[in-house]
């Protein structure tokens, strides 16, 4: 190749690269889903997967992650420190590269094991062309390097700022609050369950998380030390905590079949709910995919196997089916899988055909070996099996209850509702209020236009702690799925949900202000999220902020939310002000309700969002459980929805 040709190849690459930043800046949620809350937090993911990745290569074993006292992000490794020698195609150094250009993230090294961050894993470049400043601090052969970057264009080339006997990378970002309108602000909890939630998923690793805007009364930073030397088995134990093991152990294992590493590990407790996690490369597989498949398919083939064996399957009238093998199961499968292909409405479906086998028969063989070896729990999970099969029975029959009423629309309406006038559901939004009279007031104050109104009795059902059946017998949530126009379970699955019919868009859910009516707001989202996931997950849940005061000095009045509010509307009105203190929704008038609650151009909703699917299941276990401390002690530090609302 002459010369020639090899300078106009270097220009026009470099002039993509410039404008593959360009295009990030420009189409942002493109390369990290969206510009809101999740989009931010995925920039600290997107490092810090970087780091994992040389850990899981074996070259470090500690990453630290900070929110540093001007809210920017820092995150540091002790691994073999970016490359910074002079990248030959592209003239500059390779942490240049890296750092700038898109699509580059390791490319240069064949050998290295780049797995972590398969869904977006789109690069540093990315988090760097997103943020208004970043800082890149290399600490290899005895030297310390630094480049910075702004809007992702570098300000100097690299520099060498002195020596030092570490070794390892530490990056520094500003997010772009052009693109992150809505928020620059990361959230504790957010990182820090993501944090833990890596640490089981890579043992070994030793990540620490500080939080550095605050100091508490010992002057010292929030910080937490994430690591596990077990694993996916501790993580079971941390997501179980609140539920009642029926066997003696977790059962698990750790291997590579073939070219897929595959970790699995398992447990049956005493409730009646199904709670698989998966993950391919760390990334949460909310919709599943070919790993579940392979995992179900080697849990029903073993257990099948053994049940068929033992003889205590033969007195039983009913066929078993799959699902009656993962009740009261938790599982977490771990699989890493070099070119995954992800499908499905949000791309976290993986499609790879070759990890079913790898998997079922990973989980058959560690099946096999526990059944053998733990003849008394073998013995407990089949009868478990056998009272999942009979309830299954009777759960259908509420089912098919349930299913003539809303789709022959044999019943009907349920009585209680007041529905609205709309047709569109797009359009439409139903209140779901605790209590008959405050139901009254909101069915007065409301827009019957686009607003309807289910009340409910007093507390609902448990879902957490009650048989399938129970659940759909109970009058309180037949309404609920009647009024909503949702039906569960199709020929194949008999606990797909079908959204298609949903008769609103907007499902708000709206209590009284206090602890128990934050106690009955948490029993509705546990149905929501134990039997209509798909409703949180779509967008369609909120929660209504109804006002603790009203603020009145003459013919002033002024609405607070909380303490802060009302003395500043206090310190307006020029002190002496009257004030109420709304005890419930029951107190507020028809207009009151109307106005603070209702009105769409002046109430706040939230909107309820999942982060992690297995942090929400634990705290939702826990809200519900048995264990009473744990309950309080969380009730008391957090609010009721800290980590399922974003
Ligand atoms: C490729 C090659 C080498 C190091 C890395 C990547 C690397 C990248 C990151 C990102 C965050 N922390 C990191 N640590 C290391 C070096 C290969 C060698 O030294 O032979």
Same mark, same amino acid.
């Given at each position: 190749?002459?010369?020639?040709?090899?300078?106009?190849?270097?220009?026009?690459?470099?002039?993509?690269?410039?404008?593959?930043?360009? #295009?990030?800046?420009?189409?942002?949620?493109?390369?990290?889903?969206?510009?809101?809350?999740?989009?931010?937090?995925?920039?600290?993911? $997107?490092?810090?997967?970087?780091?994992?990745?040389?850990?899981?290569?074996?070259?470090?074993?500690?990453?630290?992650?900070?929110?540093?006292?001007?809210?920017?992000?820092?995150?540091?490794?002790?691994?073999?420190?970016?490359?910074?020698?002079?990248?030959?195609?592209?003239?500059?150094?390779?942490?240049?590269? =890296?750092?700038?250009?898109?699509?580059?993230?390791?490319?240069?090294?064949?050998?290295?094991?780049?797995?972590?961050?398969?869904?977006?894993?789109?690069?540093?470049?990315?988090?760097?062309?997103?943020?208004?400043?970043?800082?890149?601090?290399?600490?290899?052969?005895?030297?310390?390097?630094?480049?910075?970057?702004?809007?992702?264009? @570098?300000?100097?080339?690299?520099?060498?700022?002195?020596?030092?006997?570490?070794?390892?990378?530490?990056?520094? %970002?500003?997010?772009?609050?052009?693109?992150?309108?809505?928020?620059?602000?990361?959230?504790?909890?957010?990182? @820090?369950?993501?944090?833990? &939630?890596?640490?089981?998923?890579?043992?070994?690793?030793?990540?620490? %998380?500080?939080?550095?805007?605050? *100091?508490? $009364?010992?002057?010292?930073?929030?910080?937490?030390?994430?690591?596990?030397?077990?694993?996916?088995?501790?993580?079971?134990?941390?997501?179980?905590?609140?539920?009642?093991?029926?066997? @003696?152990?977790?059962?698990?294992?750790? #291997?590579?079949?073939?070219?897929?590493?595959?970790?699995?590990?398992?447990?049956?407790?005493?409730?009646?709910?199904?709670?698989?996690?998966?993950?391919?490369?760390?990334?949460?597989?909310?919709?599943?995919?070919?790993?579940?498949?392979?995992?179900?398919?080697?849990?029903?083939?073993?257990?099948?196997?053994?049940?068929?064996?033992?003889?205590?399957?033969?007195?039983?009238?009913?066929?078993?089916?799959?699902?009656?093998?993962?009740?009261?199961?938790?599982?977490?499968?771990?699989?890493?899988?070099?070119?995954?292909?992800?499908?499905?409405?949000?791309?976290?479906?993986?499609?790879?055909?070759?990890?079913?086998?790898?998997?079922?028969?990973? =989980?058959?063989?560690?099946?096999?070996?526990?059944?053998?070896?733990?003849?008394?729990?073998?013995?407990?999970?089949?009868?478990?099996?056998?009272?999942?099969?009979?309830?299954?029975?009777?759960?259908?029959?509420?089912?098919?209850?349930?299913?003539?009423?809303?789709?022959?629309?044999?019943?009907?309406?349920?009585?209680?509702?007041?529905?609205?006038?709309?047709?569109?559901?797009?359009?439409?939004?139903?209140? !779901?209020?605790?209590?008959?009279?405050?139901?009254?007031?909101?069915?007065?104050?409301?827009?019957?236009?686009?607003?309807?109104?289910?009340?409910?009795?007093?507390?609902?059902?448990?879902? $957490?702690?009650?048989?399938?059946?129970?659940?759909?017998?109970?009058?309180?949530?037949?309404?609920? %799925?009647?009024?909503?126009?949702?039906?569960?379970?199709?020929?194949?699955?008999?606990?797909?949900?079908?959204?298609?019919?949903?008769?609103?868009?907007?499902?708000?859910?709206?209590?009284?202000?206090?602890?128990?009516?934050?106690?009955?707001?948490?029993?509705?989202?546990?149905?929501?999220?134990?039997?209509?996931?798909?409703?949180?997950?779509?967008? #369609?849940?909120?929660?209504?902020?109804?006002?603790?005061?009203?603020?009145?000095?003459?013919?002033?009045?002024?609405?607070?939310?909380?303490?802060?509010?009302?003395?500043?509307?206090?310190?307006?009105?020029?002190?002496?002000?009257?004030?109420?203190?709304?005890?419930? !929704?029951?107190?507020?008038?028809? &207009?009151?309700?109307? $106005?603070?609650?209702?009105?769409?151009?002046?109430?706040?909703?939230?909107?309820?969002?999942?982060? @992690?699917?297995?942090?929400?299941?634990?705290?939702?276990?826990?809200?519900?459980?048995?264990? *009473?401390?744990?309950?309080?002690? %969380?009730?008391?530090?957090?609010?009721?929805?800290?980590?399922?609302?974003?």
């Amino acid at each position: 190749m002459s010369e020639e040709i090899k300078k106009n190849n270097y220009s026009a690459d470099s002039i993509q690269a410039l404008e593959g930043m360009e #295009h990030v800046r420009m189409r942002p949620s493109m390369y990290i889903g969206d510009v809101g809350v999740r989009g931010l937090h995925h920039l600290v993911y $997107e490092v810090v997967d970087n780091s994992i990745d040389e850990a899981m290569g074996g070259h470090c074993d500690t990453i630290g992650v900070a929110i540093n006292e001007d809210g920017s992000i820092t995150v540091e490794d002790n691994g073999r420190g970016i490359p910074v020698d002079l990248h030959k195609k592209e003239g500059v150094s390779a942490l240049e590269v =890296v750092m700038t250009k898109i699509g580059a993230g390791g490319k240069f090294d064949k050998d290295s094991y780049k797995v972590s961050g398969g869904l977006h894993g789109v690069g540093v470049s990315v988090v760097n062309a997103l943020s208004v400043h970043m800082k890149s601090t290399v600490f290899r052969d005895g030297k310390i390097y630094e480049q910075e970057y702004e809007r992702g264009k @570098s300000l100097y080339p690299v520099k060498q700022i002195g020596e030092t006997d570490k070794r390892g990378t530490r990056q520094t %970002f500003y997010p772009d609050n052009t693109i992150f309108t809505q928020t620059t602000e990361f959230s504790y909890d957010t990182l @820090s369950a993501r944090m833990r &939630e890596l640490s089981f998923l890579n043992k070994g690793i030793t990540i620490t %998380f500080t939080d550095k805007r605050e *100091v508490d $009364e010992k002057g010292e930073f929030k910080s937490e030390v994430f690591h596990s030397d077990e694993g996916l088995k501790e993580y079971i134990r941390y997501l179980d905590g609140n539920r009642e093991p029926i066997i @003696s152990h977790v059962i698990s294992m750790d #291997h590579e079949k073939g070219e897929i590493p595959v970790e699995v590990a398992l447990i049956y407790n005493t409730s009646y709910t199904e709670n698989i996690f998966s993950y391919v490369n760390n990334i949460n597989t909310h919709e599943g995919g070919t790993h579940l498949q392979g995992f179900r398919s080697g849990l029903t083939r073993t257990l099948k196997k053994y049940a068929d064996a033992s003889g205590m399957l033969d007195k039983l009238k009913f066929e078993i089916a799959g699902d009656d093998f993962r009740e009261g199961l938790t599982a977490i499968i771990s699989v890493k899988v070099a070119e995954p292909q992800f499908e499905g409405q949000t791309k976290t479906k993986l499609g790879n055909r070759e990890v079913v086998s790898p998997v079922s028969q990973a =989980v058959g063989e560690m099946l096999e070996n526990y059944l053998e070896e733990n003849p008394n729990d073998a013995r407990i999970i089949i009868q478990k099996v056998i009272l999942a099969a009979q309830a299954r029975h009777a759960a259908k029959k509420a089912r098919e209850m349930v299913q003539r009423k809303t789709v022959m629309g044999g019943g009907g309406l349920p009585g209680k509702l007041s529905d609205c006038s709309e047709q569109d559901p797009a359009r439409c939004e139903v209140y !779901l209020v605790e209590g008959d009279s405050a139901g009254g007031t909101a069915k007065q104050g409301r827009d019957r236009n686009f607003q309807a109104i289910l009340p409910l009795r007093g507390k609902i059902l448990n879902v $957490e702690k009650a048989m399938h059946h129970k659940v759909f017998e109970n009058e309180e949530i037949r309404n609920i %799925f009647t009024a909503l126009g949702v039906t569960v379970g199709t020929a194949e699955d008999s606990k797909a949900l079908n959204l298609e019919k949903l008769r609103y868009h907007k499902v708000i859910i709206m209590c009284d202000a206090d602890v128990d009516g934050s106690h009955i707001s948490t029993l509705i989202l546990t149905f929501f999220f134990r039997f209509m996931k798909e409703l949180i997950e779509e967008g #369609h849940v909120y929660i209504a902020a109804p006002p603790l005061y009203l603020v009145k000095k003459g013919n002033k009045k002024e609405y607070a939310w909380n303490d802060v509010q009302r003395d500043q509307a206090n310190d307006r009105m020029g002190g002496s002000a009257a004030i109420q203190r709304y005890k419930g !929704l029951g107190e507020m008038n028809a &207009e009151q309700l109307w $106005e603070t609650t209702m009105d769409p151009n002046f109430r706040t909703l939230r909107q309820v969002t999942i982060d @992690s699917l297995a942090e929400a299941d634990r705290v939702f276990s826990m809200l519900m459980g048995d264990e *009473v401390p744990p309950r309080r002690e %969380f009730i008391e530090k957090n609010a009721v929805y800290a980590n399922i609302d974003a």
